[in-house]
């Protein structure tokens, strides 16, 4: 099955079709590829139902994972993997049931690392995509539900907190080719740490901000995650 399918993990257990919508981006993604509006998949199932088990309602912070191949001595081959949660988030447990999907692998292309470089594990569709059957799961289904790891996030949730000041106090907003223009009457200190914590982040997010009629308005644009994220945040006020 691994030359015929994608696999995806999710929590909701009910999907009929995928879309080619990303609202989520990736920390660090400086090669694009991670941020795309695009179908995410990978030929790794195992991989996949770490997404089906970790709650993200219930997750404050970010996900860690991936998977690396190696060659062994005796020429089999040995998938390491690492899986890890917001050490803040850990032991409140935020596991939860889910399904894993087996998708047609006909509309996916292999991601490469960077731009030109080697394929990773990860594959994308831009065009909608309909299971061919899911596998429902329960946490203690997956094999590695207690070798999750923690990891600091603070600086990350700071920029949550940061985030929902800014765009809490927004009370105007335009699109612009890439994204999103706004006011805001968040204190202009408040957006300038914002700013600052938002480029280390996510260095393929462009942020300006100026301060105009006593308002700091902000321009903000990037990658379509961006964008749709943008759209769900500010759209209404745009409308």
Same mark, same amino acid.
Request: charge should be negative.
């Given at each position: 099955?691994? =030359?015929i399918v994608i696999f995806q993990g999710s929590n909701?257990?009910? #999907? $009929? %079709?995928? @879309?080619?919508?990303?609202?989520? @981006?990736?920390? /660090? +993604?400086? *090669? &694009?590829?991670?941020?795309? *509006?695009? #179908?995410? &998949?990978? /030929? =790794?199932g195992l991989w996949s139902m770490f997404f089906a088990t970790v709650d993200r309602s219930a997750l404050r912070g970010s996900i860690s994972n991936g998977v690396s191949r190696y060659d062994a001595p005796d020429g089999r081959t040995v998938d390491v993997y690492h899986f890890s949660v917001s050490s803040e988030s850990l032991p409140e447990r935020p596991f939860t049931s889910g399904a894993l999907y087996l998708l047609p692998r006909d509309t996916f292309e292999r991601i490469p690392f960077f731009p030109g470089g080697p394929p990773s594990p990860e594959w994308a569709s831009h065009e909608p995509v309909r299971p061919i059957c899911r596998i429902l799961l329960e946490p203690k289904d997956f094999p590695f539900l207690d070798d999750i790891g923690g990891h $600091? +996030?603070?600086?990350?949730?700071?920029? *949550? =907190?940061?985030? $929902?000041?800014?765009? &809490?106090?927004?009370?105007?907003? %335009?699109? #612009? =080719?890439g994204g999103f223009r706004f006011a805001t009457t968040a204190d202009r200190d408040v957006v300038d740490r914002w700013t600052e914590l938002g480029a280390s982040f996510f260095p393929d997010v462009d942020r300006s901000a100026d301060t105009v009629d006593g308002q700091t308005v902000v321009s903000m644009t990037g990658p379509p995650a961006l964008q749709h994220w943008l759209e769900e945040r500010l759209g209404h006020l745009a409308d």
């Open positions: 099955s691994r =030359d909701d257990r009910t #999907i $009929d %079709e995928f @879309l080619p919508r990303r609202t989520s @981006l990736e920390l /660090h +993604d400086v *090669g &694009g590829r991670g941020n795309l *509006g695009a #179908i995410y &998949g990978t /030929h =790794d $600091d +996030d603070g600086p990350l949730l700071e920029l *949550g =907190d940061l985030t $929902d000041q800014v765009l &809490g106090a927004a009370n105007a907003a %335009e699109r #612009i =080719d």
